[in-house]
């Protein structure tokens, strides 16, 4: 009698090849073809003029953004509680800016080929300052909503602009470090202007101001480093969706869970602290404890998940952030224990969208990396849009406390999945595991590049292509 037999995924332990023989992850490293981001073009060539100068000028213009986008968000989340907006329209305001997001990268990457990265920079920068400065002349949830839209929009291009151009000044030795250095700013950045909202009073329109300032600024040190090289336009071979479930699933349903995750508490935590009655300063504390978390764990987990099983630490980690997420309802929002506990929430929902990261690159194929990861982010994005949307209602009818509770749902979500797959699925070896490398949320496609050619590095002998990270032959 026939037999059918059952399609396996990546995921499953092997993986489709094109030519119909079957590959395990990253075997075929001999094949110079299957690098689409490294090999000779990319060891060889070094960055014109100062690389150092220009990598600290995007860093600084990077912090700067960075900084004014915290302090406008946080702003928006308190300022409209004190405004008299509902939480449901609070959330609709908010998504906006995941929204424009999401919707930007197709439409600037054309832009950057029409008039190149530094018009499209300098154009997107005062672009979003004047955004933020129209939320101070017209207090409209309509309005308000509309410029979060153009201010995500322009913020994913700004990334782009400042992504490239890193990858272009970094090389295959410091690209690790660069990545590390990106993480800190980006996520330091965020938490530093989330924690401005306590130097003046977020009712009047100075802070407005002030965040508009920082994005203006940026412009200066990242025009200035123009004069390096511009990043050259890389075709990358797209992966659609359904392929990447078909590569890692569980990476597919990880990415879109914790961005929903994400989403809320990026969105939502300033409404949660206002409405909690949380003073100013605490409101502030309250916000950056996240973003210390996330940046004091991230190294310990993703070290961890280096020497043993990824699927494992990621199992272990969204069970501590849903556990954290049940019991937060339970513990006085003024407290200093509530600080500990948003300290564990950030330390744990972001490395969890890292751990996913990496572990899509440990499933899918040599040659599809650059692809499947910039899918990742556009699921990731998509979820973040969807947390605030179902959170916000939420809220509204069942009170504060489904701020944490409906975080928690989306990382229940995750556990009941892996946790199916730990049961019926045999796990990676872990001499197979590629590098963790930390991903910080919100960034473009872009930082892909970073992500994997420090995991997909190699070196020429002669006039074959070997890689640095796997030992395997060409089955071939």
């Known amino acids: 009698m026939a037999t059918t037999q059952k399609p396996t995924t990546a995921e499953d332990g092997e993986i489709p090849a094109a030519n119909g023989v079957i590959d395990a992850p990253h075997d075929r490293a001999g094949k110079q073809g299957d690098y689409q981001t490294a090999g000779h073009e990319d060891l060889a060539a070094e960055p014109e003029g100062n690389s150092a100068a220009g990598l ?7 912090g700067l953004l960075m900084v004014g986008n915290g302090l406008n968000g946080a702003v928006i989340g308190v300022r409209s509680g004190s405004e008299g907006f509902s939480v449901m329209v609070t959330g609709v305001i908010m998504a906006g800016y995941f ?3 999401l919707i930007a990268p197709s439409l600037v990457v054309k832009m950057i080929a029409s008039v190149g990265h530094i018009r499209v920079f300098a154009g997107l920068a005062s672009l979003a300052s004047s955004a933020v400065l129209i939320h101070a002349l017209s207090v409209l949830p309509v309005t308000w909503t509309a410029m979060r839209f153009v201010f995500g929009f322009c913020f994913a291009g700004l990334y782009i602009v400042i992504e490239s151009w890193l990858a272009e000044l970094s090389t295959p030795a410091n690209r690790g470090r660069t990545l590390a250095v990106y993480m800190i700013v980006s996520m330091g950045g965020l938490g530093i202007g989330q924690y401005l909202i306590a130097v ?6 100075h802070l407005f101001i002030v965040s508009s300032v920082l994005v203006s600024l940026a412009i200066v040190p990242v025009t200035l480093a123009a004069a390096a090289k511009v990043p050259p336009s890389r075709p990358v071979e797209k992966v659609s969706i359904r392929q990447l479930i ?3 699933p569980t990476g597919v349903v990880g990415s879109f869970m914790s961005g ?3 989403g809320v508490l990026l969105g939502l935590a300033a409404v949660y602290a206002t409405r909690s009655g949380l003073s100013v300063d605490r409101t502030a504390a309250f916000l950056i404890a996240p973003t210390i978390g996330a940046i004091v764990l991230q ?11 990824r699927r494992a630490v990621i199992f272990g980690v969204v069970i501590a952030a849903a556990a954290l997420s049940v019991a937060a309802p339970a513990v006085p929002p003024d407290s200093a224990l509530m600080l500990l506990v948003m300290f564990g929430i950030g330390g744990t929902m972001f490395p969890l969208y890292s751990l996913v990261v990496s572990y899509t690159l440990d499933w899918t194929p040599v040659g599809k990396t650059v692809g499947a990861a910039g899918t990742l982010v556009r699921v990731n994005g998509s979820g973040a849009l969807v947390g605030p949307l179902v959170a916000a209602p939420l809220m509204s009818w069942f009170g504060n ?3 944490f509770f409906t975080m928690s749902a989306w990382f229940s979500v995750i556990i009941v999945y892996v946790a199916y797959r730990i049961v019926f699925k045999e796990t990676l070896p872990n001499e197979r595991q590629t590098k963790f490398v930390p991903f910080p949320a919100r960034a473009s496609n872009m930082a892909i590049r970073l ?3 420090p995991v997909k590095a190699t070196k020429t002998v002669g006039r074959s292509v070997v890689s640095r990270r796997h030992d395997h032959h060409d089955p071939n």
């Open 451 to 453: 992500v994997v050619l």
């Open 246 to 248: 078909g590569y890692v």
């Open 99 to 101: 929204a424009g997001f």
């Open 260 to 262: 929903a995750a994400a």
């Open 56 to 62: 600290w000028a995007l860093f600084l213009g990077l």
């Open 401 to 403: 406390d489904a701020f």
């Open 299 to 309: 190294w310990p987990i993703g070290r961890l998940s280096d020497r043993v099983s």
């Open 200 to 205: 003046a009073d977020p009712n009047g329109f």
